[in-house]
């Protein structure tokens, strides 16, 4: 009986806490926003492209988007790395073309909506590491978007954290 008790309260603990395995994997939101970076170190000097892909897991066309991205607080308490977004791109079934915008106020605009159901558009921005940045630090964004379907419905989501990209020195 005694040995029963500790379980029981061990297992309430992992609970509480978030601590315990979940009994099932989730289904996919109607919209999904993942990233990936090409490269997970660079030096001063360096690119990276940071690719952004927006899901439509829905019966019904994305008509809008808008997101933000921002640097998570570790970058911004790194004032020594130093980087600017160079470049922009949208994928698509004919080859890449430029973005309207590389600002976060203005990124949902580069999807090309609308976003058919079962498709993914996919955004790479490119990021210039300083030639003078400072190293052994980590870059790393989060983002949250909106988007809007042709039903009339509409999702936010995130934060969405990219993989972080260690600048290492030379």
Request: glycine share 10%; hydrophobic share 35%; with cysteine.
């Amino acid at each position: 009986m005694r040995r029963l008790g500790l379980t029981t309260v061990l297992a309430l603990f992992l609970a509480v806490f978030g601590l315990a395995p979940s009994a099932s994997a989730a289904a996919p939101g109607p919209a999904e926003l993942t990233f990936t970076t090409d490269t997970a170190t660079t030096t001063p000097g360096g690119t990276v492209n940071l690719s952004m892909t927006l899901t439509n897991n829905k019966t019904y066309d994305i008509w809008f988007v808008h997101q933000t991205i921002d640097p998570t607080w570790l970058t911004t308490q790194r004032p020594d790395l130093k980087y600017s977004v160079t470049g922009c791109s949208l994928a698509t079934a004919t080859g890449s073309s430029a973005c309207s915008g590389t600002g976060p106020a203005n990124l949902g605009t580069n999807y090309g909506a609308p976003v058919p159901p079962g498709q993914s558009r996919t955004v790479t921005l490119t990021l210039q590491i300083a030639a003078d940045s400072g190293c052994n630090g980590n870059i790393g964004f989060y983002s949250y978007f909106y988007a809007e379907f042709s039903d009339s419905t509409n999702i936010s989501g995130g934060p969405v954290h990219t993989p972080e990209t260690r600048i290492l020195c030379s």
